[in-house]
Antibody, heavy 116, light 110 residues
Framework: QVQLQESGPGLVKPSETLSLTCTVS????????WNWIRQPPGKGLEWIGY???????KYNPSLKSRVTISIDTSKNQFSLKLSSVTAADTAVYYC???????????WGPGTMVTVS | QSALTQPASVSGSPGQSITISCTGT?????????VSWYQQHPGKAPKLMIY???NRPSGVSNRFSGSKSGSTASLTISGLQAEDEADYYC??????????FGTGTKVTVL
């Protein structure tokens, strides 16, 4: 059974880089597509990007210039870096994967990141 | 890529059926069979309810069903129950191999 857990600082200063890690258990990080999705307080979901095949990536065009998603196969983890953050990047950040077709069927519990 | 359009809110009485629409374009909903629906209760992570337009994951009630016509997908909840009160989001894979979410719909059980 695949499980995901996000971790990282809950508070980031404006203009700095937000860094989060998602630890995967129950599956090899070399399988599937690994995603980051966020949700600002009181607002809807926004897809950030995914990594697959241990290195290929796709990003939301609106965030592409600031986002990097990477994989650490030795730790079975994948990570998100979002640079030059502003208050608009304050959100709950979820990691999620696609094990059933092209749908997000496994989600982490989410982690709140505040930019202030 | 613009967000898919959903009604902001839908309501119904217990036992009734409601339908939530999700409108996109030929580059996403209309062009692919990869529309999925998610239920989100306050403070919780979203839960997959429907994938590939019409398929239900194991464990999801058969009161939930999905369909698609052209560039509009729909989620129907039949026999509405109090526990169905939540936010619902659609999402679609797109022609540029990225994902786009819907704007979200708040379902209220009267």
């Amino acid at each position: 059974q695949v499980q995901l857990q996000e971790s990282g600082p809950g508070l980031v200063k404006p203009s700095e880089t937000l860094s989060l890690t998602c630890t995967v258990s129950g599956a090899s990080i070399s399988s599937y597509y690994w995603n980051w999705i966020r949700q600002p307080p009181g607002k809807g979901l926004e897809w950030i990007g995914y990594i697959y095949n241990s290195g290929s990536t796709k990003y939301n065009p609106s965030l592409k210039s600031r986002v990097t998603i990477s994989i650490d196969t030795s730790k079975n983890q994948f990570s998100l870096k979002l640079s030059s953050v502003t208050a608009a990047d304050t959100a709950v950040y979820y990691c999620a994967t696609l094990t059933t077709s092209l749908s997000f069927d496994i989600w982490g519990p989410g982690t709140m990141v505040t930019v202030s | 890529q613009s967000a898919l359009t959903q009604p902001a809110s839908v309501s119904g009485s217990p036992g009734q059926s409601i339908t939530i629409s999700c409108t996109g374009t030929n580059s996403d909903v209309g062009g692919f069979g990869y529309v999925s629906w998610y239920q989100q209760h306050p403070g919780k992570a979203p839960k997959l309810m429907i994938y590939d337009v019409t398929n239900r994951p194991s464990g999801v009630s058969n009161r939930f069903s999905g369909s698609k016509s052209g560039s509009t997908a729909s989620l129907t909840i039949s026999g509405l129950q109090a526990e169905d009160e939540a936010d619902y989001y659609c999402t679609s894979f797109t022609s540029t191999s990225i994902y786009v979410f819907g704007t979200g719909t708040k379902v209220t059980v009267l």
